[in-house]
C-alpha cells in the first residue's frame, strides 16, 4: 500500500477552535497516521456515505479515502454529539 497523502477541507480549521489543545494533539497524531493506513482498527464507514470516522475520546474524526489518487480529505472534527449532524 502506498503513502496516502492527507488534506483538510477549509471548514475544519474553523473545526479546531474550542477544541482543547492536548485533545487537538492527539486528533492531529491520528490524522497523521491516516497517511500509512486510511483504514486503522476501530475506524468505521458511515452508513450511506463514502465516509469514514475515526475517534479520539469524545471527537470524532470524520473524513473520506480516494484510494485511486492515494489521499485522503479530511471533512470535519467534533464533539460526537455535534460531529455528524448535517451542515452541507
Known amino acids: 500500500m502506498g503513502q496516502y497523502k492527507v488534506f483538510f477541507k477549509k471548514s475544519v480549521e474553523k473545526d ?4 482543547p489543545k ?6 492531529l497524531d491520528k490524522i ?3 497517511q ?8 468505521e464507514k458511515l452508513t450511506g456515505q463514502e465516509r469514514y470516522r475515526i475517534r479520539q475520546g469524545t471527537y ?10 492515494l ?3 479530511v ?3 467534533g464533539h460526537r ?8
Open 22 to 27: 492536548n485533545i487537538l494533539l492527539k486528533i
Open 75 to 77: 471533512i470535519k472534527i
Open 16 to 19: 479546531f477552535t474550542g477544541i
Open 32 to 34: 497523521q497516521n491516516l
Open 81 to 88: 454529539r455535534e460531529v455528524y449532524r448535517r451542515s452541507t
Open 36 to 43: 500509512d493506513d486510511p483504514r486503522p482498527i476501530g475506524s
Open 71 to 73: 489521499t485522503v480529505w
Open 60 to 69: 470524532r474524526i470524520v473524513y473520506s479515502i480516494q484510494d485511486l489518487e
